[in-house]
């Protein structure tokens, strides 16, 4: 592993500057680290409102579900951990 890549905050996610995503976050696969990036940059995210909370985790939780494999390699199991409550972003 190289300097670079140990300065990386894993599993923390953060705000994308640039590109079509909105967010991203570094996760550590065996002995590399994996950049996730996840989120529409065009669209807001109203996770504030319960009704919407609630109806986002209806659609994507069946989604985690079919996911086989590392379950935090998917972009779907950080955007249900963005729209938690009281989840930090960065």
Partial sequence: MS???????LNKIISEVKGKTKYKVFVKDGDSIKTIRFGDS???????KKQNREQFMARMKPILADVKGNKKLSKVYWAIRSWKLGTKIS
């Fill in 3 to 9: 300097v670079k890549e140990d300065k990386k905050p």
């Fill in 42 to 48: 065009s669209m807001r995210n109203n996770r504030d």
